[in-house]
């Protein structure tokens, strides 16, 4: 695997603790999704202490309406599931560009 380069600190910053609707797949869950990253694929990133990279990722069949925090565009992403043993994360992801990916988290 290439080693990814990391997103510029500008972009981060500008990224960062954008909260967006709860509107998921047609109905409304509890909780908001806040955007946690975004990040260049392949990119260690760690949720309960797993690289999400590492992990065969679960499609629950859910998905969140967001827009872009940064330009605005809207998208429908996946919401995925990582179980290992005793831990269990759930996120919803979805490539903004070419190997660019927004990462969120439902918070409650």
Known sequence: MNKALPATTAIRNAL??????????GYYMSGIWKHKATII????????????WDYQWEDTGNSIQIKDPMYGKDYK???YR???????????AGEFSNCVWGIYLEST
Do not use: C, M, Y
């Open 16 to 25: 960062r603790d954008t909260t967006h609707s709860n509107f998921v797949s």
């Open 41 to 52: 694929d392949g990119q260690t990133f760690k949720l309960k202490e797993l690289n999400i």
């Open 82 to 92: 990582i179980v290992k043993e005793n831990i269990k994360i759930q996120f919803a």
């Open 77 to 79: 992403l996946n919401i």
